[in-house]
């Protein structure tokens, strides 16, 4: 980008890595990085993107959920706008897209406060990256014409779920909540049959897959365990002709219990 | 991809474009297309991106919504087929992301009746490089923990939309029937001062965006005419920090009182 300044109070490129594959970034996000001076990255990139930016101070500022150690999002806030100040062009690098579920809001209003211009670049959320990894798309003709995007966790560590709001929902950040998001799903209407797809490292080359019905959706955990994952509920969570792709482990429990 | 078929029945790989600007395309896109030999692509494609594919030979088999003259779903699933089976690897370039409104299950339905394989590359879709170019985050901490992506149109013509499904609502091919949608939004309970961001052409160097209250939202007709634009709706659509009337500060999706 031509507008880059160069010198201090800096610049800075919110860029979204995409979810967890370094070609999954794109290539205006590539071009961020291949004139950064710093870049400060959660720990969900891939290792990989260090070589988009080699000649750059790479910090990981990662945070994941709300684990005990993660590095808290005001010292995050501090840190981007001492390094704008300090440096010429500083990338803010986000798993995913930077405008989902990114905290981008409260890192925008930290550099506003200190007069530093930023751009954001946005990247492959999750939710797509899960959709492509299964061939499942996550709308549909006819039946599937909307899907919601949602966190099933909220700051107190209560998984929050709702009505059902669209024909198909995508869940973040759900995966120590894989039992509690099944009891809210079905207590909020929807059926213990509802097909969920579960997919962890979407994008990425270790990719795994496994579908469940909603009631059973907890015996996800031990495949998934340790993994980044969202779960696709309802009609995109089908597959398509009724084909499975390679890798999907297909989880029925023996006496189906629908709910 | 090291597994490519490059003999008939060759193998296909739906890319997604990104929105509208060809350095919004993912690295892995941009990898497939340099090793394709025959790229189908929709018209919304950045014509840039054919620099990414000197080698192919280009089809374009646009269709945008459903005006009168476009290529019919069937012609392009034929054509798709054939192509696969002509040649050895087929890049399918779609506009945005193919598993958000990219008809991506009708094409998987034909290669799958034709025993051809595939892969599917996710992309930027519309609503995140909207949310990029306004610098306005789709989630917000507290108030704002879910976004749904709809169309406003449904394959008769007719507006579609239900009650607020999530804080945040994204219409895809909106373009001429703002008046419609924002009645209909209207009358399922959203307020008629609930801020909104018209984003067309986003990503691309001509991006242009504006704002509107929701019963005000016909007038980016004239703004937009004749471009591909998103409409968000709801707290995704306030600026960062900005002053905002009081009435957008104390949104609530469900307190139905419509202007």
Not at 47 to 69: D, N, S
Not at 235 to 253: C, D, M, S, Y
């Amino acid at each position: 980008m031509s507008g880059l300044k160069t010198a201090p109070p800096g610049f800075v490129s919110f860029v979204g890595a995409g979810p967890g594959a370094a070609d999954l970034i794109t290539l205006r996000g590539a071009q961020r990085l291949a004139c950064a001076d710093v870049v400060l990255a959660d720990a969900l990139a891939d290792p990989a993107l260090r070589e988009l930016a080699p000649q750059a101070r790479w910090v990981e500022v990662g945070k994941r959920g709300f684990r005990a150690g993660a590095t808290p999002q005001a010292q995050i806030d501090a840190l981007l706008v001492a390094s704008a100040q300090r440096h010429g062009h500083v990338v803010r690098l986000k798993g995913g897209d930077p405008s989902v579920f990114g905290r981008l809001e409260e890192e925008i209003e930290a550099l506003q406060a200190a007069g530093i211009a930023f751009e954001v670049v946005p990247g492959v959320t999750a939710a797509l990256a899960a959709a492509a990894a299964t061939q499942r798309p996550l709308t549909r003709r006819g039946r599937g014409r909307s899907v919601t995007l949602a966190t099933a966790m909220a700051q107190d560590g209560a998984v929050e779920a709702e009505r059902p709001r669209a024909a198909t929902e995508v869940f973040y950040m759900a995966g120590r909540q894989l039992a509690g998001l099944s009891r809210r799903l079905r207590s909020a209407g929807w059926l213990g049959q509802t097909p969920c797809s579960v997919v962890s490292n979407a994008g990425a080359a270790d990719v795994l897959c496994s579908e469940h019905p909603l009631h059973d959706l907890a015996s996800a955990s031990v495949l998934h365990a340790g993994r980044p994952l969202v779960v696709t509920v309802g009609v995109g969570a089908t597959a398509v002709g009724g084909v499975l792709p390679p890798k999907i482990a297909v989880f029925e429990p023996l006496a189906a219990t629908p709910t």
